[in-house]
């Protein structure tokens, strides 16, 4: 076995643990970042269409392109990036982890961590549609590997289920590259993907966007033949009556990703709704020595914010490895959710930092107010929705001393 | 002597495997692309104890014979197999009568170690146990496995010792002559055969036919499961099971060998056409998940990472159905073989060779001295010390290339699956375990594709699933094309 020892160690070299590797090395500490992947970038390699790094980079770049900007940074920033390194157990306790390499295991001890592992797609098994189980049924990013890396297609005809942004994207590019899309079908009464997507990637292909609908159950073997379709209610319930097939040979999943954390399950505190790893606005977990960020925190719709997040984790991390004793007297102020919202990020506030707050609305509404309490922030929008992460940012001297705890709401407008 | 295995499920391999022992010329006759992949590739995958089946039957004498051979045939071939022990869990004093009927039972069948566990002492054994338990049946001696390894395993240490295996290959007829069965028919050849052993699963009645040989009809019976992510963790201990009913054990909850958590089956019979029908359905899946929920409350469902269905060849009288016919001389019907089939399977095979061989038909039986009874699984680093891991990365990195994330498969473990014989994606899953993770194969088949298709010499697109037309890619794309 290898040993070598780090200040800070990143696991999971996308978009979050680039950011991290740069955000600590920036600080003059020795970092390793260790991805599993041919190459770091994460999901970003597979996304080649544009519209990354708006807000962080004030341009519009390919997910690739977005992901090369980084891996720039990481050179030079001198950074060792171990690839194809799989991550095999935590020992948190003694600060060290082993990494499975093709040129043997290595023993990495850190005086601080950063996990960003991302999110990986809900499988098919985990819907627990009824009905075969054919060849021809593939998560959207599977798909994506197909069609972007080896140039083959995984079929001729497709419907897609769900209406994330990786949905949307693929609808249009496998129309682009010669499958017909019969039909996108979102369970709930809107899409799930940012309103740009649905525009320029079915409206503009005239692709049937089938809102309040779900797959019931799919036929054939050994390769699939037919998806049936139906309408169901407010609860998500098929409604008899209303099934209807639809013969294609492919059906793609983009129906949600699930924070990868259970390699660090038991030893970090994970959050019971969003099933990602709770953490402060630094990306500190409820370990002193332990950050993390991205999705594997809470699904974002924006790489941006992941890349903000990831530097925040990154920088924290290394503050913790300059001065260990920051910890001591931390204060940490938790943020709980109150009123229509579905998803928050961060769980606690450390007052060393501004305060981030990334949320989800629990249903579309309009002319409301989001309110930080107890008096902290508030701001009216005019619509919001599930689909669009709302963010904001609120200087660390807004939130008073005495504050012990955060409530973040969204009321209408009175 | 010639002998055809037709099936290569967990019962036909293991006939195969017990007949290399001697001086046979084995033929196994399977038309999937890997053994195992009929009933044997669905089902609760237990061993039993014994105590369910009543006394005299076949079926009760071979599984209780079965369980006590399990352990041996398990570490020669190198198949997982866990003495977990299970518990039939009672809910009321109704129910706690029938458990005392079940303990004597299971006496009379020769079941080792039953016991009676009350409440108290059944909630510290399982913690996670629906509190309103009143008691339960404990047998010891029940565990569990993976059978569809077993069948793969027991046809890989026939091969090696001297078996053929031909694998997508049809049984479609007979050519009996001087009331002996002389050739066996197949889609793609004729093999001449002596002995012909019908081990054909859901379809022995309709392969029994084509040799104009009575067998009862079968007809299916579903079960459906769900399993759970192994995150969830060791939710039980053993295997659960309700009070059973006349018809089925229960919907159960039990542990898997790979960590994962299985919950099912209910039991649904089906018109004999139906015996391809592996659909899962709505009402199946809710039916396992309530009753499930009866006896361990706080399951977490939404932990499921795949819902599948197996069916059950049921005949009408119930009990295994083996014959040694006379007419033509030299047929055995291995039918019929519902629950407790798995674990009865090692019984069964010596059955076959030690009684209706040897005594019914009346052949000796010469020992084949060559006889090597050990099969090598391919090495699961994950399963053992780091060290050794090291040391296997040193002498080919292939070890330390992680392809499977989630159940930590290595490129080596692939590798050695498709020297071992797997061809096709289902060939990789069954033998590694990769693709069979939280999840299923959306970060790893597409790698797991490309080592298929470079070791197989063949272009990506002709890698299938499993059976031919279960393709996975059409064409290039269209920029690609132009
Ligand atoms: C829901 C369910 C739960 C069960 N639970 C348990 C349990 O917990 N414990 C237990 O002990 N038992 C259990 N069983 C029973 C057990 O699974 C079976 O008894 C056993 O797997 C049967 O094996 P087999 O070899 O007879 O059949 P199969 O595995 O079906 O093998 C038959 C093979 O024959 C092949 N074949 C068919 N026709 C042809 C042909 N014409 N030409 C060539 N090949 C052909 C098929 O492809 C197949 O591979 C369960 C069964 C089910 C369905």
């Not at chain 1, 160690?9 to 979050?16: D, K, P, R, S, Y």
């Not at chain 2, 090696?160 to 007979?174: R, S």
């Not at chain 2, 069964?348 to 030690?354: K, L, T």
């Amino acid at each position: 076995m290898r040993r070598v020892s780090t200040n800070v160690l990143v696991i999971g070299g996308g978009a979050a643990g680039m950011a991290a590797a740069v955000g600590a090395a920036e600080r003059g500490v020795k970092v390793i970042l260790v991805e599993r992947d041919d190459r770091t970038g994460g999901v970003l390699n597979q996304c080649i269409h544009n519209g990354f790094g708006l807000h962080f980079f004030r341009e519009e770049l390919t997910g690739p392109e977005y992901a090369e900007r980084f891996q720039k940074m990481l050179t030079e920033h001198n950074i060792d990036t171990i690839l194809r390194g799989h991550v095999w157990k935590p020992l948190f306790d003694e600060n060290k982890v082993w990494v499975i390499t093709a040129s043997g295991i290595w023993e990495i001890s850190y005086d601080a961590l950063v996990v960003t592992t991302g999110a990986r797609e809900r499988p098919f098994g985990a819907l627990m549609i009824p009905g075969d189980r054919p060849s021809g049924v593939f998560t959207a990013g599977l798909a994506q590997r197909f069609v972007n890396i080896e140039n083959r297609l995984p079929g001729k005809r497709a419907l897609i289920l769900g209406s994330g942004d990786i949905g949307l994207i693929m609808a249009r590019r496998l129309t682009l590259e010669g499958m017909e899309v019969v039909a996108v079908v979102e369970r709930l009464p809107y899409p799930g993907g940012l309103e740009r997507n649905v525009q320029q990637c079915l409206v503009d292909f005239d692709i049937p966007l089938l809102l309040s609908h779900t797959v019931v159950r799919v036929e054939g073997y050994p390769r699939l033949q037919k998806v049936w379709i139906a309408k169901v209610d407010e609860k998500f319930r098929p409604i008899p009556g209303t099934e209807t097939p639809y013969e294609v040979d492919t059906l793609i999943l983009s129906v949600g990703l699930i924070p990868e954390v259970e390699l660090f399950e038991g030893s970090l505190d994970i959050h019971p709704k969003s099933r990602g790893i709770k953490v402060a606005n630094t990306g500190r977990t409820n370990r002193n020595n332990v950050f993390a960020a991205g999705n594997n925190v809470v699904i974002y719709d924006l790489v941006d914010y992941v890349s903000r997040e990831g530097f925040m984790a990154g920088k924290h991390a290394a503050m913790f490895v300059e001065n260990p004793d920051i910890t001591k007297e931390l204060k940490r102020v938790p943020i709980k959710t109150g009123e229509n919202v579905a998803v928050l990020s961060p769980y606690w506030f450390e007052p060393v930092e501004d305060l981030r707050l990334y949320l989800r609305v629990s249903k579309p509404m309009e002319d409301v107010i989001l309110r930080v309490k107890p008096s902290i922030y508030e701001k009216r929008y005019e619509r919001v929705a599930p689909n669009e992460m709302i963010s904001l940012t609120i200087k660390a001297d807004r939130v008073s001393e005495e504050t012990d705890r955060i409530e973040v709401e969204v009321v209408t407008n009175v | 002597m010639k002998v055809v295995v037709i099936g290569a499920g967990v019962v036909g391999s293991l006939v195969a495997r017990e007949l290399v022992r001697h001086d046979f010329d084995v033929t196994i006759v399977e038309r999937m692309p890997d053994p195992g992949m009929g009933v044997t590739r669905a089902n609760s995958a237990i061993v039993h104890a014994g105590y369910d089946d009543p006394p005299g039957t076949l079926r009760a004498e071979l599984c209780a014979m079965g369980n006590s051979l399990f352990q041996n045939v398990c570490e020669e071939l190198g198949v997982e197999f866990k003495r977990t022990g299970s518990l039939v869990v009672a809910f009321n004093d109704e129910e706690k009568k029938r458990l005392d009927r079940l303990v004597k039972q299971g006496e009379k069948n020769g079941v080792p170690n039953l016991k009676l566990v009350e409440r108290n002492e059944l909630l510290t054994m399982e913690p996670h146990l629906n509190p309103g338990a009143v008691a339960a049946l404990f047998a010891p001696t029940a565990g569990i496995t993976e059978p569809w390894m077993l069948a793969i395993s027991a046809v890989e240490n026939a091969i090696k010792n001297g078996a053929k295996f031909l694998p997508e290959t049809e049984v479609i007829g007979f050519e009996t002559k001087g009331g002996r069965v002389r050739k066996v028919i197949t889609n793609s050849n004729s093999i001449e055969a002596d002995i012909v052993i019908n081990a054909a699963g859901l379809f022995a009645d309709e392969i029994a036919e084509l040799a104009g040989v009575e067998h009862p009809p079968i007809h299916p019976r579903k079960g459906e499961y769900i399993l759970l992510d192994k995150a969830v963790g060791r939710i039980v201990q053993r295997v659960i099971f309700p009070t059973p009913s006349e018809k089925s054990k229960g919907v159960l909850v039990l542990p898997t060998v790979d960590g994962g958590t299985l919950l099912g089956p209910n039991a649904v019979d089906l018109p004999r056409e139906h015996k391809n029908d592996l659909r899962t359905t709505v009402e199946g899946i809710n039916e396992v998940r309530e009753k499930a929920l009866l006896l361990v409350p706080d399951l977490p469902i939404h932990k499921t990472i795949r819902t599948f269905a197996g069916l059950r060849p049921e005949t009408p009288q119930k009990d295994f159905y083996i014959t040694a016919e006379m007419k033509p001389w030299g047929f055995i019907n291995l039918g019929g073989m519902r629950s407790p089939g798995l674990t009865a399977s090692p019984a069964i095979a010596r059955y076959v060779v030690e009684y209706l061989i040897e005594e019914k038909f009346g052949i000796k039986l010469q020992k084949n001295e060559k006889f090597d009874p050990v099969n090598n699984r391919i090495n699961h680093p994950t399963a053992g010390s780091v060290e050794k891991w090291d040391r296997l990365i040193d002498e080919d990195p292939s070890w330390g290339r992680i392809v499977c994330a989630c159940n930590e498969v290595t490129e080596a473990e692939i590798r050695e699956a498709i020297k071992k014989g797997a061809r096709t994606l289902d060939g990789v899953k069954f033998r590694t375990r990769a693709m069979f993770g939280r999840c299923q194969g959306g970060f790893c088949t597409f790698r797991i594709m490309k080592i298929l298709s470079e070791q197989l010499g063949v272009p990506i697109e002709e890698v299938k699933k499993s059976v031919d037309g279960s393709w996975v890619l059409d064409g290039h794309v269209r920029s690609d094309n132009t």
